[in-house]
């Protein structure tokens, strides 16, 4: 999808303004302002490319592409979009919590200014002799599509936090986390087909000669597909695709302007091809590679440190950008690998040649993220077709790629689970301890906890001598109540398991207090009157924080 890479960008710039928290002045009186930047940068592509200095022309046309998300990232870290959106909604909007509505209103600039984006290249491409807002109108369904998977995992992550129980158990038992994103991703394959058929402008493609000619080179690679769709873009947009991982779910869209453009036989080249994609799994096989080298990354980052705050952030950066450059990378030759498939499929190399060069003849020597130029596909199936040696080596070398990436997944993710499996019994305690059910975590610990380490032993004590007789989870008010009575009495090792529990129960005021008590040891302040307490632990007895929760 062409605004995948921009709507990725924009969610990194959101989480980088979100960690840094700058705590600037805000200015977003400003930020309509920003909606005239895309215009501005097309106005000065047009110019220089009026006077023919394509190379400046060319410069302000990338930076024009990302404009959206370059206005975005100026609302954030010059105009205090972020500490007004936290003022203004109540939320906390940490990078480390769960999704809220905070970050949908945090995230919708972004799509102000991609549209306004849009619009700006519309409105200087209204030479295609075609309506502005209907150039607008299909772009803007694109962009739709794109956004529609973020949006539905932001739906469900909402409504799945309103439960406490889900969101300790999904938050502290990495297992049930693991199961819970899969369930997610797994949701989002199913609900993708659909997604897409609903935000493009589609329609079953009708009864004819170009049907039952997709339906003959079906039969004829014996695939199966749901729906075949016409994907309606007014002759704007030359393409097809295939969407679904099953038979069941799976579909093809076909552009009216492919249609329009291509002979039959070309056109059974180009469902050929997207036939391929399917018959040689490259969706199992880019989601083998990812989970080496997203979750196997997080793995390697674990074992070598343990990451906090900064680094933990930039591991996962680094992390990502591996596996976008290999992403790419793969996706460039899984579509000669399509074009293959469809060359034997169809016997018809010439037709094939034919149909890259009608899409793509304009630009034939550009490439992209996930496709190599026309002139390089051209010159690859022209080898290809007469060097034996040559094909049969290129298809070695991508199944080769293509298995190790399964296996390397599959290793990945049997050590990964394997992991979580074995710090289930531990993270069910943090669970219990979270809940404030603690007479559960004392009863299921048998000796776990000394386990694990003393201090978490003693902070089960601690918790297990709070229990209600009752078995009712121990209130967030006690808590307060019994840390604030330790602090008084100078009884700071019982004071910091307390507040342990507490910031355990995403008490703010016990996390600072927590850090606080880190800086120097407990047990040299005890016994100690209240003005002699260190600083930081004196200003919350002194100001009431522990009660009011400021």
Same mark, same amino acid.
């Given at each position: 999808?062409?605004?995948?890479?921009?709507?990725?960008?924009?969610?990194?710039?959101?989480?980088?303004?979100?960690?840094?928290?700058?705590?600037?002045?805000?200015?977003?009186?400003?930020?309509?302002?920003?909606?005239?930047?895309?215009?501005?940068?097309?106005?000065?592509?047009?110019?220089?490319?009026? =006077?023919?200095?394509?190379?400046?022309?060319?410069?302000?046309?990338?930076?024009?592409?990302?404009?959206?998300?370059?206005?975005?990232?100026?609302?954030?870290?010059?105009?205090?979009?972020?500490?007004?959106?936290?003022?203004?909604?109540?939320?906390?909007? =940490?990078?480390?919590?769960?999704?809220?509505?905070?970050?949908?209103?945090?995230?919708?600039?972004?799509?102000?200014?991609?549209?306004?984006?849009?619009?700006?290249?519309?409105?200087?491409?209204?030479?295609? =002799?075609?309506?502005?807002?209907?150039?607008?109108?299909?772009?803007? =369904?694109?962009?739709?599509?794109?956004?529609?998977?973020?949006?539905?995992?932001?739906?469900?992550?909402?409504?799945?936090?309103?439960?406490?129980?889900?969101?300790?158990?999904?938050?502290?038992?990495? &297992?049930?986390?693991?199961?819970?994103?899969?369930?997610?991703?797994?949701?989002? #394959?199913?609900?993708?087909? *659909?997604?897409?058929? @609903?935000?493009?402008?589609?329609?079953?493609?009708?009864? #004819?000669?170009?049907?039952?000619?997709?339906?003959?080179?079906?039969?004829?690679?014996?695939?199966?597909?749901?729906?075949?769709?016409?994907?309606?873009?007014?002759? *704007?947009?030359?393409?097809?695709?295939?969407?679904?991982?099953?038979?069941?779910?799976?579909? /093809?869209?076909?552009?009216?302007?492919?249609?329009?453009?291509?002979?039959?036989?070309?056109?059974?080249?180009?469902?050929?091809?997207?036939?391929?994609?399917?018959?040689?799994?490259?969706?199992?096989?880019?989601?083998?590679?990812?989970?080496?080298?997203?979750?196997?990354?997080?793995?390697?980052?674990?074992?070598? /440190?343990?990451?906090?705050?900064?680094?933990?952030?930039?591991?996962? #950066?680094?992390?990502?950008?591996?596996?976008?450059?290999?992403?790419?990378?793969?996706?460039?030759?899984?579509?000669?690998?399509?074009?293959?498939?469809?060359?034997?499929?169809?016997?018809?190399?010439?037709?094939?040649?034919?149909?890259?060069?009608?899409?793509?003849?304009?630009?034939?020597?550009?490439?992209?993220?996930?496709?190599?130029?026309?002139?390089?596909? /051209?010159?690859?199936?022209?080898?290809?077709?007469?060097?034996?040696?040559?094909?049969?080596?290129?298809?070695?070398?991508?199944?080769?790629?293509?298995?190790?990436?399964?296996?390397?997944?599959?290793?990945?993710?049997?050590?990964?689970?394997?992991?979580?499996?074995?710090?289930?019994?531990?993270?069910?305690? @943090?669970? @219990?301890?979270?809940?404030?059910?603690?007479?559960?975590?004392?009863?299921?610990?048998?000796?776990?906890?000394?386990?694990?380490?003393?201090?978490?032993?003693?902070?089960?004590?601690?918790?297990?001598?709070?229990?209600?007789?009752?078995?009712?989870?121990?209130?967030?008010?006690?808590?307060?109540?019994?840390?604030?009575?330790?602090?008084?009495?100078?009884?700071?090792?019982?004071?910091?398991? &307390?507040?342990?529990?507490?910031?355990?129960?995403?008490?703010?005021?016990?996390?600072?207090?927590?850090?606080?008590?880190?800086?120097?040891?407990?047990?040299?302040?005890?016994?100690?009157?209240? *003005?002699?307490?260190?600083?930081?632990?004196?200003?919350?007895?002194? @100001?009431?924080?522990?009660?009011?929760?400021?």
């Amino acid at each position: 999808m062409r605004f995948l890479v921009h709507i990725l960008l924009a969610v990194a710039v959101m989480v980088c303004g979100v960690f840094l928290e700058s705590g600037g002045k805000v200015r977003v009186q400003w930020m309509p302002t920003l909606v005239l930047l895309p215009y501005g940068l097309m106005w000065f592509w047009r110019r220089w490319a009026i =006077r023919r200095d394509f190379r400046v022309a060319s410069l302000f046309a990338k930076i024009a592409n990302f404009s959206g998300v370059l206005a975005f990232g100026m609302a954030l870290g010059f105009l205090g979009w972020v500490d007004y959106v936290r003022a203004w909604t109540g939320q906390s909007l =940490r990078h480390d919590d769960w999704p809220d509505w905070g970050l949908v209103v945090c995230f919708t600039p972004f799509v102000a200014y991609q549209v306004a984006a849009i619009h700006a290249e519309a409105w200087v491409d209204r030479s295609a =002799r075609r309506p502005v807002m209907r150039q607008v109108q299909v772009h803007v =369904r694109s962009l739709f599509a794109a956004l529609a998977p973020l949006v539905l995992y932001m739906v469900v992550s909402i409504v799945s936090a309103r439960s406490e129980v889900w969101k300790v158990n999904i938050e502290s038992v990495e &297992l049930f986390g693991g199961m819970y994103f899969l369930g997610i991703t797994i949701l989002l #394959g199913a609900l993708m087909p *659909m997604l897409l058929s @609903h935000t493009w402008e589609t329609s079953s493609l009708p009864q #004819g000669p170009a049907r039952q000619l997709f339906e003959d080179v079906a039969e004829q690679a014996q695939f199966k597909a749901r729906k075949l769709l016409l994907w309606d873009t007014d002759n *704007m947009v030359a393409n097809a695709a295939i969407v679904g991982m099953s038979p069941r779910l799976r579909i /093809v869209l076909l552009s009216d302007s492919l249609l329009s453009m291509l002979g039959a036989r070309e056109l059974a080249c180009v469902y050929g091809h997207e036939i391929g994609h399917a018959k040689r799994h490259h969706v199992p096989i880019f989601i083998g590679w990812a989970v080496f080298f997203l979750i196997g990354g997080e793995m390697l980052v674990w074992l070598l /440190v343990t990451p906090d705050g900064w680094l933990s952030l930039a591991s996962f #950066g680094v992390t990502l950008v591996l596996w976008y450059v290999c992403f790419g990378w793969l996706s460039r030759r899984f579509e000669l690998e399509a074009d293959l498939y469809s060359m034997q499929l169809t016997g018809d190399p010439e037709a094939l040649i034919q149909a890259l060069e009608r899409v793509g003849g304009g630009n034939r020597d550009r490439g992209g993220w996930r496709h190599f130029s026309t002139a390089r596909r /051209v010159r690859f199936l022209h080898r290809a077709a007469f060097d034996d040696v040559f094909r049969m080596r290129f298809l070695r070398r991508i199944r080769l790629m293509g298995r190790a990436g399964l296996v390397l997944g599959a290793c990945v993710g049997v050590l990964y689970l394997g992991g979580l499996v074995q710090r289930f019994s531990g993270d069910r305690l @943090h669970v @219990h301890l979270a809940l404030g059910t603690y007479d559960v975590a004392w009863a299921e610990d048998g000796g776990m906890a000394l386990e694990v380490s003393e201090d978490f032993g003693n902070l089960l004590q601690t918790a297990a001598g709070l229990a209600n007789e009752n078995g009712q989870p121990v209130a967030f008010d006690r808590l307060r109540s019994e840390l604030r009575e330790s602090l008084q009495a100078g009884a700071f090792e019982e004071a910091r398991s &307390l507040a342990r529990l507490l910031a355990l129960r995403d008490d703010p005021v016990a996390d600072r207090l927590v850090a606080a008590m880190a800086q120097e040891d407990p047990a040299a302040h005890s016994g100690e009157t209240l *003005m002699n307490w260190p600083e930081p632990w004196r200003e919350f007895a002194l @100001h009431g924080l522990l009660q009011s929760g400021n």
